[in-house]
């Protein structure tokens, strides 16, 4: 199982990006997804989750009201839509693939596979 996170890139504050976490070798729709995220000196945390169906997403408080998620399992690709992005939303951002399917799973010891993760980065 391999996972392809992109779209990162440098952008003002106030803007957007749009993340892309793209599966090969498995059909993603088996698995919940999680995005996460660690800024430099930092640990990983979650940042939004959806389940294997798409009907289920959770967004962590940080994020709540600007980012979005979403998939598209003909794709297999699910989506971080960030909007109204902040200085502190700087780090890697981090895909995430896991085996509780029809479930949101904020737990990142939950995650069997990763991927290498996209630098965003948020200018003041």
């Known amino acids: 199982v391999q996972l392809q996170a992109s779209g990162g890139g440098l952008v003002q504050a106030g803007g957007s990006l749009r993340l892309s976490c793209a599966a090969s070798?498995?059909?993603?729709?088996?698995?919940?997804i999680g995005w996460f995220r660690q800024a430099p000196g930092k640990e990983r945390e979650g940042v939004s989750y959806?389940?294997?169906?798409?009907?289920?997403?959770y967004y962590e408080d940080s994020v709540k009201g600007r980012f979005s998620i979403s998939r598209d399992n003909a794709k297999n690709t699910v989506y971080l839509q960030m909007n109204s992005l902040k200085p502190e939303d700087t780090a890697v951002y981090y895909c995430?693939?896991?085996?509780?399917?029809?479930?949101?799973?904020?737990?990142?010891?939950?995650?069997?596979?990763w991927g290498q993760g996209t630098q965003v980065t948020v200018s003041s």
């Open positions: 959806i389940s294997s169906s798409g009907g289920s997403r």
């Open positions: 995430a693939a896991s085996g509780f399917r029809e479930m949101v799973v904020t737990s990142l010891y939950e995650y069997e596979y």
């Open positions: 070798g498995v059909t993603l729709d088996y698995y919940a």
